[in-house]
């Protein structure tokens, strides 16, 4: 995550460096979304078809993006943070309420995912979805069948049972070094509320991951999407659109490797990644444009035919590959859905446990 | 204390000169002395201060994320009633929690044995380039410097492609029938050696190189002819008259080293706690500004202090050997 954020930093500098100022009268929207998350077609299109530049930056953690917009005078126009990170961001005055009569393409959105943002968003007031997901388990099927005799994985068990995950330390495990997506995990594992705050059952998922660290290869937020794809990793506890991007890549490598990706029967967090409109952002008018833009049908479904990931666009859905529409770990049946979960943000002194909690995990110390 | 000697013997010559161009001689010599402080004052002094006052605010959910902001929105008197909230807790914090004193410690022992590796590295790199032919030493500076054409953070990536299971190290060595079973380096503190001693290796080399080079060798000669062997003759009489260089390239390697944080992150793997992981941690996952700011400040003690402490010594040491 860290690695790939410095790189991306280090190249974004670059650019700027680079990029011959544009013209005073040159309508231009700042865009700072995820890495590897748009078709850049689409980019290109919107240019064409306003006449507005964008200047598309990227990040790949949260983390990177909150401290940006907390500084202040971040310079973007149009932001992707994910949900709970959101809703701590609306609290603290970073985006400004969205002029909803500049959004008419808002009545194709979807009210399953809707109602779910509003968690977060209260109303959607500041923010649209762009894409969601599901954090899951993604695995090597030829090296888990070597290893534990079945390469179907439906439970959670594969991964906190230690007995079970011992088998896989040999071909390796990572997980995603996010507290706020692994501790979840943890808590619904163990049949507790996975919002749960209180320093009890943060505890006792703590000695649920600590159990099952010495089988842990690493942590981190995006190294096993290449580990996965080159078949260097056997598991790996991420995000579904990642993993995809893995079993896609190894097909491409033609190596023999195969990925594939389960949403756990116990329950598995649903994450939203909303577009939103920071309130020092200087192009206003263009940014509006280009949400709306984004949730034109057939560019959003181009987008998700691209990234992988289902989006919030109910309209889009006719214009998506079919195998993505029916693939129950990208689009989940109304049977799965009911079992995923959201989880809020931490208030300042949970934070503090969670992350306490999680620098033990991860150092073992 | 240097620049005013320096003033001082600039100055006494000028004394016989008319007044006026005394005066400007003066005024120039002090236009001099205030560069570096001014240069200091803005690059140093204020942004620490700065960090100081962040580390006695609270964390709040805000835009920036901490209470109090001094700033005159509400006046002067705003401006001193927001002194009054600030307070010690977060470095209380930092001795509450057993986590911070851990990470300092392996953050101080990984850089003191990072630059001794360094040290015993980059020594006959540099002694051999002081003691080559006059005509190719330019050519060997500039080998040492070359690195620095490319990019720090592609260097480092370039050593995961090296040392990783079935990276080239590990191909090579399987290859020659060395090992039978592939090495595993990254991702552990044998990696973060090799990181911090491959990217520091010139900050070391080239203080050493220049007092090497400035070494008189027919002391040694000298040595030699009065039936002293070369290993004597070396700790003797080459590594003392090198301890400049020595001691300079350590501390250029040491302070850096401590609040490394990108070969650590690149190299070493989820269990190294260092001190430059510690407060990014602080900084972006908890948004703890204040907190982490105590961190830094702390960081900063803990190198500055030793080093001023050591510099005094040093100068009293040079006063008594007059």
């Not at chain 1, 890549?249 to 195969?258: D, I, M, T, Y």
């Not at chain 2, 190189?209 to 002391?219: A, G, R």
Request: some cysteine.
């Amino acid at each position: 995550m860290i690695r790939k954020a410095l790189w991306l930093s280090a190249t974004s500098v670059f650019l700027t460096l680079f990029t011959p100022a544009g013209h005073a009268e040159d309508r231009v929207v700042n865009v700072f979304n995820w890495s590897d998350y748009i078709d850049s077609s689409i980019i290109d299109d919107f240019t064409k078809k306003t006449g507005i530049k964008v200047v598309y930056d990227t990040f790949d953690s949260n983390e990177i993006l909150e401290t940006k917009l907390l500084a202040g005078g971040s310079g973007y126009d149009v932001v992707v943070p994910s949900g709970n990170f959101l809703a701590r961001q609306i609290q603290a005055g970073v985006f400004q309420k969205l002029d909803k009569s500049k959004l008419p393409n808002l009545s194709n959105m979807w009210d399953t995912v809707s109602e779910r943002t509003a968690k977060y968003d209260p109303g959607n007031e500041y923010s649209v979805n762009y894409m969601w997901g599901t954090v899951g388990i993604g695995y090597n099927t030829k090296k888990v069948q070597a290893a534990l005799g079945t390469d179907k994985i439906d439970s959670w068990d594969v991964f906190f049972n230690p007995q079970s995950l011992a088998k896989l330390k040999d071909c390796g495990v990572y997980v995603l070094d996010s507290p706020a997506d692994i501790i979840p995990a943890a808590l619904k594992y163990l049949g507790l509320d996975p919002n749960s705050t209180s320093p009890d059952d943060i505890a006792k998922a703590e000695d649920a991951l600590l159990k099952v660290r010495p089988y842990i290869r690493k942590f981190h937020s995006s190294e096993y999407i290449n580990a996965l794809a080159n078949g260097d990793i056997c598991l790996a506890v991420g995000w579904s659109g990642d993993v995809f991007q893995a079993r896609n890549r190894a097909v491409e490598a033609k190596q023999g490797v195969e990925i594939g990706y389960s949403v756990p029967k116990e329950g598995a967090q649903m994450w939203f990644d909303q577009m939103a409109i920071p309130a020092d952002a200087p192009h206003v008018a263009e940014a509006l444009e280009f949400i709306n833009y984004m949730m034109t049908p057939e560019v959003i479904a181009k987008s998700s035919n691209y990234v992988l990931y289902a989006n919030g666009n109910k309209a889009s859905q006719q214009f998506v590959d079919k195998a993505l529409l029916d693939d129950p770990s990208v689009y989940p049946d109304a049977a799965t859905l009911q079992k995923l979960y959201t989880v809020q943000p931490y208030d300042p002194k949970t934070q503090r446990i969670i992350t306490r909690s999680w620098t033990k995990i991860v150092t073992g110390q | 204390m240097s620049n005013i000697a320096i003033t001082d013997a600039a100055a006494a010559p000028a004394a016989a000169k008319p007044f006026l161009t005394r005066l400007a001689a003066g005024f120039v010599n002090r236009l001099v002395i205030i560069v570096p402080y001014v240069w200091l004052l803005f690059f140093f002094l204020i942004p620490f201060i700065i960090v100081f006052k962040i580390s006695l605010s609270q964390t709040a959910i805000a835009m920036p994320p901490y209470t109090p902001v001094l700033d005159f929105s509400d006046g002067l008197s705003g401006f001193f009633g927001g002194f009054r909230e600030l307070n010690l807790d977060n470095y209380a914090w930092l001795t509450q929690d057993a986590l911070y004193f851990k990470a300092y410690v392996t953050s101080l022992v990984i850089a003191a044995i990072s630059t001794v590796l360094t040290l015993i590295v980059g020594y006959p790199i540099a002694y051999g380039m002081a003691r080559a032919p006059a005509t190719v030493r330019p050519t060997l500076l500039m080998l040492v410097i070359l690195p620095f054409w490319t990019s720090f953070l592609i260097r480092v990536y370039a050593w995961i492609g090296i040392l990783k299971p079935e990276g080239l190290l590990n191909q090579l060595l399987l290859s020659l029938h060395i090992i039978d079973q592939p090495l595993v380096i990254l991702n552990t503190y044998t990696a973060i050696f090799i990181g911090i001693v491959y990217s520091y290796l010139p900050f070391m080399v080239l203080p050493l190189y220049s007092s090497l080079e400035k070494m008189d060798y027919s002391l040694i000669e000298a040595a030699k002819d009065l039936g002293c062997p070369p290993t004597a003759a070396f700790w003797k009489i080459t590594f003392p008259l090198s301890l400049p260089g020595v001691i300079a390239g350590c501390l250029l390697v040491f302070i850096p080293a401590v609040g490394e944080f990108v070969i650590p992150d690149l190299l070493g793997g989820s269990q190294t706690l260092m001190i430059g992981k510690t407060l990014w941690n602080e900084f972006f996952a908890n948004r703890d500004w204040p907190v982490s700011s105590a961190v830094a400040v702390i960081l900063l003690l803990l190198l500055t202090v030793p080093i001023m402490l050591f510099q005094q010594a040093q100068a009293k040491a040079q006063e008594q050997g007059k």
